[in-house]
């Protein structure tokens, strides 16, 4: 469980970083200096990396026995800039059970 | 499977095929813009009917997952007891290997083998104390009459 939620973590970041890139730099970039380079580099990435997202998502929902609903809005919140931070935060904090970063091992 | 046209499921349903369809259209929107000469849409165009099979990949997960339920199947993972939330800041308590010295099979049933009793005292140690790790065993109480 700790390994999915770390794996959809990790996704996560690298996603929300890599949307901000196309919708902050790239897309001014191409519609209003006319300079696609960004996005037609980004873009396609940003399309697998996406894929990634979904699936660390879908198997992390399905060991924590998330609700159906949940895991929908859950995929959906990495497609908006800026937000996917928040989600990945109200994840690892309210949805996944002893989230806790690092277990109490030893005293 | 009546239950699987209650207003939910056919909200479901509907979500399903509109997102499919969606993500079908615009991969062939993508098609039709790559065919024009924009050549990055050759990427898109086989990234869209990907995400159109995932949505049909779920969709028919939580069909399954609703048909074992209904017909009282057990799931495919059964939740077991080391599995459940643990309380933050609680210790860990997954089952560890535990060394312990074993014996022959000679004498015992008797009913007085220290090793055995001694072994046994450490075990309902364990028990009585869910969240301790083997090392914290601290020995046989004194008081207890061997």
Same mark, same amino acid.
């Given at each position: 469980m700790?390994?999915a939620? /770390?794996?959809?973590? /990790?996704?996560?970041?690298?996603?929300?970083? %890599?949307?901000?890139?196309? %919708?902050?730099?790239?897309? #001014?970039?191409?519609?209003?200096?006319? &300079? #696609?380079?960004?996005?037609?580099? %980004?873009?396609?990435?940003?399309?697998?990396?996406?894929?990634?997202?979904?699936?660390?998502?879908?198997d992390?929902a399905r060991r924590v026995h998330?609700?159906?609903?949940?895991?929908?809005?859950?995929?959906?919140?990495? /497609?908006?800039?800026?937000?996917?931070?928040?989600?990945?935060?109200? %994840? /690892?904090? &309210?949805?996944?059970?002893?989230?806790?970063?690092?277990?109490?091992?030893?005293? | =499977?009546?239950?699987?046209?209650?207003?939910?499921?056919?909200?479901?349903?509907?979500?399903?095929?509109?997102?499919?369809?969606?993500?079908?259209?615009?991969?062939?929107?993508?098609? *039709?813009? @790559?065919?024009?000469?924009? *050549?990055? *849409?050759?990427?898109? =165009?086989?990234?869209?009917?990907?995400?159109?099979?995932?949505?049909?990949?779920?969709?028919?997960r939580?069909?399954q997952l609703?048909?074992r339920k @209904?017909?009282?199947e057990p799931p495919a993972e059964p939740a077991r007891a080391d599995r459940a939330?643990?309380?933050?800041?609680?210790?860990?308590?997954?089952?560890?290997?535990?060394?312990?010295? *074993?014996?022959?099979?000679?004498? $015992?049933?008797?009913?007085? !083998?220290? $090793?055995?009793?001694?072994?046994? !005292?450490?075990?309902?140690?364990? @028990?009585?104390?869910?969240?301790?790790?083997?090392?914290?065993?601290?020995?046989?109480?004194?008081?207890?009459?061997?």
């Amino acid at each position: 469980m700790q390994g999915a939620l /770390t794996r959809y973590r /990790t996704i996560a970041w690298i996603v929300g970083v %890599v949307l901000i890139l196309l %919708v902050v730099i790239g897309m #001014p970039l191409k519609y209003l200096g006319d &300079n #696609p380079v960004v996005v037609e580099t %980004v873009g396609p990435f940003h399309g697998f990396l996406y894929m990634v997202y979904l699936v660390a998502t879908f198997d992390l929902a399905r060991r924590v026995h998330w609700p159906f609903s949940r895991m929908v809005l859950v995929m959906l919140s990495g /497609t908006i800039p800026f937000l996917s931070f928040w989600a990945e935060r109200k %994840v /690892t904090k &309210n949805w996944v059970p002893s989230a806790a970063p690092e277990p109490a091992l030893s005293k | =499977m009546k239950g699987l046209w209650s207003p939910a499921w056919v909200a479901r349903h509907l979500l399903a095929l509109v997102l499919t369809v969606g993500c079908l259209g615009l991969g062939w929107w993508q098609f *039709s813009r @790559a065919a024009d000469g924009n *050549s990055i *849409s050759y990427g898109y =165009m086989f990234q869209w009917p990907v995400f159109g099979g995932f949505v049909v990949f779920i969709w028919l997960r939580e069909i399954q997952l609703f048909r074992r339920k @209904a017909t009282g199947e057990p799931p495919a993972e059964p939740a077991r007891a080391d599995r459940a939330p643990r309380a933050p800041g609680a210790p860990v308590t997954f089952g560890r290997p535990v060394r312990v010295t *074993s014996r022959p099979a000679h004498g $015992e049933a008797t009913g007085n !083998d220290p $090793e055995l009793e001694a072994y046994n !005292d450490y075990l309902a140690w364990l @028990a009585a104390h869910p969240g301790a790790r083997p090392a914290d065993y601290p020995g046989r109480v004194p008081a207890e009459p061997q």
